[in-house]
């Protein structure tokens, strides 16, 4: 498929290029002829980085830091493709090659690199948990998790979020996975309001934010929240990616820091009015989730993360066993932390 940049996110005009075809020119430069041809030979001389994350709301600070040339200030062309199937089709954009680096939930990250995938961690992008919304059809009668038992809920891929936080419900009511929680995989959120509306789906793990638009218009009751324990997004780089283009990787993560600080900060309402205006939420609903929100943006991964995801993992029985935290770094990269 194509990539494209999608809404809300400003899109400059070469932000949404497909992979193959990268911006022309790169690098900016002021003056005649002579800084003409300056920019053109920094142009040649830049590294495309193709990166890819999902539409929502935590991935701001990457089109805001591309908007203002700060990737290019480090001679890299950064182009973004959005992927709206999550966590699952990104894994296998990054396995053939067809990305370098992505912004992947932490369990699908550890998922993929724990069974020796062509991917490694190499940072954290937000420490702070996903909420998950538990969403069904507004009117099923469905009331509460509890309900849901035996129910079909829908994921937007094997081995994505979605499935991955499906299951870790169901274990934690002690439901037998198979029997009690069976899953229909749908795509992408548009592909499950589809599905859940003609009721062939019961039930949608979704961030619970990015859904809300649905649930104010009446068109999905939220019937409780499954927040992960551990930090939500982690930087994945891909083994091509790592074998070429680690330095432009690490200039993209020092690159985007800053611009997040900035979005956390939220100076003058600024992030509170961008959310709300661009993700079809109240300024309170917001406010609420940037209150929740914090973003590392760091080479760095905390032990903890990848214990804790690996254990979740194998008690629902996705992995048979854990390995050794090396496995699922790159620590030319990325550092372990206690």
């Not at 894994?91 to 069974?115: F, K, P």
């Not at 509306?197 to 929240?225: H, N, P, Q, R």
Request: some cysteine; overall charge neutral; aromatic content about 8%.
């Amino acid at each position: 498929h194509a990539p494209a940049f999608a809404p809300p996110f400003p899109s400059p005009s070469c932000l949404g290029t497909m992979w193959r075809r990268p911006c022309g020119r790169v690098l900016r430069s002021a003056g005649g002829a002579g800084a003409g041809a300056g920019a053109r030979e920094a142009s040649r001389a830049a590294s495309t980085l193709r990166v890819v994350g999902v539409p929502e709301h935590f991935n701001a600070p990457f089109h805001m830091a591309k908007e203002r040339g700060l990737y290019e200030k480090r001679g890299v062309d950064f182009v973004w493709h959005t992927e709206p199937k999550g966590t699952g089709a990104m894994a296998q954009l990054l396995e053939a090659g067809e990305a370098d680096l992505a912004v992947m939930l932490a369990e699908g990250a550890t998922a993929r690199a724990a069974v020796g995938a062509p991917l490694k961690v190499v940072g954290t992008y937000v420490s702070s948990p996903l909420r998950w919304g538990v969403h069904v059809k507004a009117g099923s009668g469905l009331k509460d998790k509890a309900d849901l038992k035996g129910k079909v809920f829908g994921v937007s891929r094997m081995l994505s979020g979605s499935h991955l936080m499906a299951h870790v419900m169901a274990h934690q009511k002690g439901w037998d996975l198979a029997k009690d929680a069976p899953l229909k995989v749908c795509g992408s959120l548009d592909d499950a309001r589809r599905l859940m509306a003609a009721g062939e789906i019961d039930a949608w793990l979704w961030e619970k934010f990015t859904t809300k638009f649905l649930v104010y218009s009446g068109e999905w009751d939220i019937v409780g929240e499954v927040p992960t324990p551990w930090p939500c997004f982690l930087f994945v780089a891909s083994a091509r990616g790592l074998k070429e283009r680690s330095e432009e990787i690490r200039q993209v993560i020092e690159a985007t820091r800053p611009v997040c600080e900035e979005f956390k900060a939220n100076a003058g309402g600024a992030t509170v009015s961008y959310v709300s205006k661009n993700h079809a939420m109240s300024e309170a609903d917001a406010a609420e989730w940037l209150g929740g929100t914090h973003w590392a943006c760091s080479n760095e991964v905390q032990e903890s993360t990848l214990h804790k995801t690996q254990e979740a993992l194998v008690t629902i029985g996705q992995l048979a066993e854990a390995v050794p935290l090396t496995n699922l770094i790159d620590p030319s990269v990325c550092r372990l932390v206690s």
